[in-house]
């Protein structure tokens, strides 16, 4: 449930702002926009901030502020009237629906495969965080249908392109690396590009969908 923020410090240089301990719209919709209403006033030594799904990690520069008036600044936010988060950018993202768990999922959910395909392109995406790669990005509101926990086990090698579901989220993958999530297609649209004037297809916030390709 969303509550009066808490406010933790993190070393010498963050602060993190707690609104709650569940992930609720809600709390994830007070979490963006304190980020929004940071980044239009910052405060002098402000170095960025990292939203998650029920805090944000603000962190700043030691020789020019400190725990205390960055906590001052974040309070003097958030007693401005609240409205709503901004409404991100809407991201289209190709996948072809190939993925080798895809029948399990289909049996797990009660499904047929079309099914569990009808269902994950209906659901209302929104990029909720980035997680520990380059251009991972969490995405809430897969439909409840299809919504497993993640395998017993991860397995290893899945590759760049992979798209995941598990736990009531979707990635779709930047990098090979092992998963425990289940793998339902791949998508042929670049969401991590290194090199580019913009690195990460999506911002925090950010709404996504899905549209079925063929190989």
Partial sequence: MTQAPLFRPVAEHGLLVEFGDRLEEATHAAVLRLDQALAADPFPGFAEAIPAYVNLLVRFDPLVTDHVRVAAH??????QPAGAAQAGALRTVDVVYDGPDLAEVAALSGLTTGQVIAT??????????????PGYAYLSGLPDPIRLPRKEAAIRGVPAGSVIIAAGQCI??????????????????????????RPFLFDVGDRVQFRQVTA
């Fill in 74 to 79: 974040l309070q003097a936010l958030l007693r």
């Fill in 120 to 133: 994950h392109l209906s659901g209302a995406y929104r990029v909720a965080l980035y997680g520990f790669a």
């Fill in 172 to 197: 779709v993958t930047t990098l090979t690396m092992p998963t425990g999530w289940w793998i339902i297609g791949h998508s042929p649209t670049p969401i991590l590009d290194p090199n580019g004037p």
